[in-house]
């Protein structure tokens, strides 16, 4: 097994791996989109669905744009530098830098050795988030996850 360090829970570690996987073009526009997926699926209510246990879940804190985890962020970039998922910086049309996420078909073995997308309903949660806010405008995004979690605004830039 591929040992990937921190989170220690198997679950947590697998998720932003089977967003990847499972996203379509197999990518994720910005880690602000990634960092709202994630908890999204977390969170479930926007889906009807019950909250996954907190020993599964990544820590949010309220941020500049609604709920951050540092350790989802830390986790990408460990996942990057592993070559686990690749990670580019692309220039938005208003001139910004936005990274851009993508499964790395290079170590299959780092979902594989999951029960993740085995899980009949933890796969159907990846899917119903990508399908519900993967493709639409961030804004529209950030303007659903702050009506749904104000307690997360308060330190909001938008």
Known sequence: MLNLGQPTNETKRAIPLALLKLASDNEIQGITRFQKLVFLLQEGDLLNMDEISDDEKFDYKPHNYGPYSKELHDWLDELAK???????????????????????????????????????????????????????PLLELLDEVYEAYPEYTINSKR
């Open 82 to 136: 592993q070559g686990t998922i690749q990670r580019e910086i692309k220039e938005t049309p208003a001139g910004n830098e936005k990274e851009v996420y993508h499964w790395s078909d290079e170590d299959e073995d780092a979902i594989a050795d999951t029960d993740i997308l085995t899980d009949e309903d933890m796969r159907g949660r990846v899917s119903a988030v990508l399908d519900e806010f993967n493709s639409i």
